[in-house]
């Protein structure tokens, strides 16, 4: 089993009107999920991306989070009617959805999918895709699978022209509860590395991707920071937005 790290999802209130500190990044439109009430906007890094993503009909989000297929999905987010903006979870990205749910179906965990989604782009287009959901029933919503209809070459091809050339996705940092048994379980479900531990901290590595996933504890359960490499700036910059800690390091 092959996972790469595909996007963060990052919730914001207001999606039409979010502008990031300093240009760092730019957004182009996305489109509207219309059977889960949301939309977003999206940046590409490389085939790393952002995805701003917004309600437009909370109570549509709420009716698909009780469906079979939506109760693990991103619409499951706006059960509460404050939701907090910032990182809600990350995806990662399959060739073979199906052997990734026979591998997680031997574990003692939650699965709904694959599913079959697809949105029309503000062109007219339509792009489709497949989505596998997990939980293993603690606080956070867990990394869940996709595999985009088209091949990484023909994605890459299509939309080059909105990569960010001065930036790289770096590392990821999520707070769990138990940092061993997150790391063995993720280690386990997702065939991640172990690539540097401490005390405080375990960095998890793909087979075939160089975005680190950091995990650290607390008592809160978490997606906290997106560290980023740019060639664009000279001095090291955090940026607190919309929730979300944005770390930019100097290459």
């Known amino acids: 089993m092959n996972l790469k790290f595909d996007h963060i999802i990052h919730y914001v209130d207001g ?5 990031f ?3 760092y990044i730019q957004a182009i439109q996305g489109g509207k999920h219309t059977q889960l009430g949301t939309y977003n906007q999206l940046s590409y890094i490389d085939l790393h991306y ?5 309600v437009f009909d909370a109570d549509l989000a709420r009716s698909y989070a009780q469906t079979e297929e939506g109760r693990l999905s991103f619409a499951n987010t706006f059960k509460d009617a404050h939701v907090q903006e910032g990182f809600k979870r990350i995806c990662l990205r399959t060739q073979n959805i199906d052997n990734v749910k026979t591998h997680l179906e031997q574990f003692d965990i939650d699965i709904v999918g694959p599913i079959e989604m697809s949105r ?10 497949q989505l596998l959901y997990l939980d293993d029933k603690q606080d956070l919503n867990l990394p869940f699978i996709i595999q985009w209809g088209e091949s990484d070459e023909q994605r890459a091809a299509s939309l080059k022209a909105h990569f960010h050339d001065d930036l790289s996705i770096d590392e990821v940092t999520i707070q769990v509860k138990n940092l061993h048994e997150s790391s063995q379980n993720w280690q386990s479900w997702y065939g991640l590395k172990e690539l540097e531990k401490s005390e405080e901290y375990v960095k998890l590595s793909f087979k075939e991707d160089d975005v680190v996933i950091k995990l650290t504890e607390d008592v809160e359960e978490k997606y906290t920071t997106l ?3 740019s060639t664009n700036i000279k001095k090291d910059t955090r940026i607190l937005f919309k929730g979300a800690c944005y770390e930019f390091k100097a290459n």
């Open 50 to 54: 952002i995805e701003w993503i917004d």
């Open 15 to 19: 999606i039409e009107s979010i502008e």
């Open 227 to 229: 560290s980023l490499s």
């Open 21 to 23: 500190p300093h240009q």
């Open 120 to 129: 029309t782009k503000p062109d007219g287009t339509m792009i489709q895709w």
